[in-house]
């Protein structure tokens, strides 16, 4: 069974501190790990794909990286407007389910 | 462009009715989810389908029905609503694999009372 563990919970910035969120996941062949921001009220919003462990992509102030066991999504010098909970997930090559973690809430307080 | 479309964005229902959510999505996408997003549980898939005419079962089906009579719009039906069917239902659509980005409507928010 896939399973995916975000960390932490919850973060809160000062605008300008960086920091990095963790995404850990035991799939059975990974078909690829994807990152979403959610807004209040709102759906999650695509933000990368990663297939292959040392792949990273970059948006903005966000850049996320995979390895084997785990994904990072780093926020560099965050804006207030960079607030939101980000959720990661996971696909297998067997089936056609998406495995997501709890997601990190993040603030950044200006 | 309006993407993936959910209808209605609020509904409160008394246990044992029944409804439908409406899914509608204007990218000529092949594939179509429904998920329930409960406190602490993170997202969880109901039903999806791969195509125009079929339906599968995802983590949490029971209590739910689906229908894809069109490509363009996937139903999420409850027989007969139960308390714990309170939740957010989004419902997504990815191009033509599960490797592709889902993309998400704004969501349905349920309370059965």
């Known amino acids: 069974e896939d399973q995916v563990t975000q960390s932490p919970e919850a973060l809160r910035l000062q605008e300008g501190e960086s920091s990095s969120l963790n995404c850990s996941y035991t799939?059975?062949?990974?078909?690829?790990l994807f990152w979403y921001r959610q807004d209040p009220g709102k759906g999650p919003e695509f933000l990368f794909t990663l297939y292959s462990a040392g792949e990273e992509k970059e948006k903005e102030r966000l850049k996320a990286t995979l390895t084997k066991k785990e994904s990072f999504l780093h926020i560099t010098a965050p804006k207030p407007e960079d607030s939101a909970t980000y959720l990661c997930a996971v696909a297998n090559n067997a089936g056609n389910m998406l495995t997501f973690g709890g997601g990190t809430r993040l603030m950044v307080k200006p | 462009n309006a993407g993936v479309t959910q209808t209605p964005k609020f509904r409160v229902l008394k246990t044992g009715q029944s409804m439908t959510l409406l899914c509608a999505q204007d990218?000529?996408?092949?594939?179509m989810y429904w998920y329930r997003q409960d406190p602490g549980m993170g997202l969880r898939l109901i039903h999806y389908?791969?195509?125009?005419?079929?339906?599968a079962k995802g983590e949490v089906p029971d209590g739910y029905n689906v229908s894809r009579l069109k490509k363009q719009n996937f139903l999420l039906g409850l027989e007969s609503a139960a308390p714990s069917q309170t939740s957010v239902y989004f419902c997504?659509?990815?191009?033509?694999?599960?490797?592709?980005?889902?993309?998400f409507g704004d969501g349905t928010r349920l309370s059965i009372l």
């Open positions: 799939v059975s062949g990974l078909r690829g």
């Open positions: 389908s791969v195509g125009e005419g079929t339906t």
């Open positions: 997504a659509s990815s191009t033509d694999s599960i490797g592709q980005p889902q993309h």
């Open positions: 990218m000529n996408h092949e594939y």
